[in-house]
C-alpha cells in the first residue's frame, strides 16, 4: 500500500520509504489528481494545472505522456497491484485513493470526528486534534500550489487547519490547561492577527494564567489592528470576552462545563 501526503511537501511512503517525484511537472499533476480527493480532473484543467499559460502547442500529446509516467512511476511502487491508479474516463482522469492512503482526508475525517465528540468531551476533543495537527509537516503542498485547483483545495486544507486549532484551544481551556497553550496561543494569534476567535481564547488563557492587564491590552492591539486593516470594529463575541474579564465574569474559570466557553464556540 503507498501513503500519499499532501500537507507539506509532496510524498509517497512505500513499504521501504519515501519515494521520489521528478520533475515540476510530474508533482503537479500528482498533487491536483490527489486533491481532487477521487473526482475526475480535465484534461484541460489538468493541463491548465501543470503548463498555465505555457501549455506546449501539443499539450493533449504530452499530457499524455506525463499521465503515462506517473501509471509507470506508480506501477514500480507497487508490483502486485493489478490495476493502475490513475484512470480515464469520458470526464477525465482520476486517482484511485483508498482510506488511510491519503494524508488530508484523514486530516478532515478527523477533524470532523473532533467537532462530533466536541463539547461534551473535551479531553477525547484535544486529543483527536492533537493527532490531527501532528499530520502537517509544513504549507500544503510544501508551498508549491500549481494553478486554480489546488490553490482552491489548499485554502480548503489550511481552513480546516484553522478549525481544528480553534477547537484543540477550546477543549484545552475547557480542561483547565491554559498555562500549557499559553506560548502556541500567542504564537498562533500573532501569525493569524485577524482571526478573532484565536485572540478570544488568548485572552481567556491570558486572564485564567492571572494577567488580566496583559488580557486587555490584547484587546486593544486587536481592536486598533481590526480598524487599521479592516476599518471594522471587534465582533460582540470578541467584545463579550473583553466584559467578562472586566467584570471578573466567573465563568471565566476555565471549568470543562465553562459557561462562556460554550457560548463562545
Known amino acids: ?25 510530474q508533482r503537479a499533476l500528482l498533487q491536483t489528481l490527489l486533491a481532487s480527493e477521487g473526482q475526475p480532473v480535465s484534461g484541460e484543467a489538468l493541463i491548465e494545472e501543470m503548463w498555465g499559460e505555457l501549455a506546449p502547442d501539443n499539450h493533449a500529446n504530452a499530457l499524455q ?13 507497487e508490483p502486485d497491484r493489478t490495476t493502475s491508479r490513475v484512470i480515464m474516463y469520458p470526464s477525465g482522469y482520476r486517482i484511485t485513493v483508498n482510506e488511510g492512503e491519503l494524508d488530508a482526508a484523514e486530516f478532515i475525517k478527523t477533524v470532523r470526528q473532533a467537532e462530533v465528540a466536541g463539547r461534551d468531551n473535551p479531553d477525547k476533543t484535544a486529543r483527536l486534534l492533537r493527532q490531527a495537527l501532528a499530520m502537517w509537516r509544513g504549507p500544503v503542498f510544501g508551498g508549491f500550489p500549481g494553478g486554480a485547483l489546488c490553490q482552491l483545495a489548499g485554502a480548503r486544507y489550511e481552513e480546516y487547519r484553522m478549525r481544528a486549532m480553534e ?6 481551556l475547557r480542561l483547565g490547561r491554559h498555562a500549557a497553550i499559553l506560548a502556541e496561543l500567542t504564537e498562533t494569534h500573532t501569525s493569524h492577527p485577524l482571526r478573532e476567535r484565536f485572540c478570544e481564547q488568548l485572552m481567556i488563557a491570558l486572564y485564567c494564567s492571572g494577567r488580566q492587564a496583559d488580557a486587555l491590552d ?33 465563568a471565566l474559570t476555565g471549568e470543562v462545563r465553562n459557561p462562556l466557553l460554550l457560548q463562545l464556540t
Request: overall charge positive; charged content about 25%.
Open 218 to 250: 490584547v484587546f486593544r492591539r486587536m481592536r486598533r489592528h481590526l480598524a487599521d486593516e479592516l476599518g471594522i470594529e471587534p465582533s460582540p463575541s470578541l467584545r463579550h470576552v473583553e466584559s467578562a474579564i472586566l467584570s471578573h465574569d466567573p
Open 65 to 77: 505522456a506525463h499521465i503515462s509516467r506517473l501509471r509507470r512511476k506508480l506501477r514500480s511502487l
Open 167 to 172: 477547537l484543540r484551544f477550546e477543549a484545552e
Open 1 to 25: 500500500m503507498l501513503r500519499f501526503s499532501l500537507l507539506g511537501a509532496l510524498q509517497i511512503h512505500t513499504a521501504s520509504g519515501p519515494a521520489e517525484i521528478s520533475g515540476d511537472l
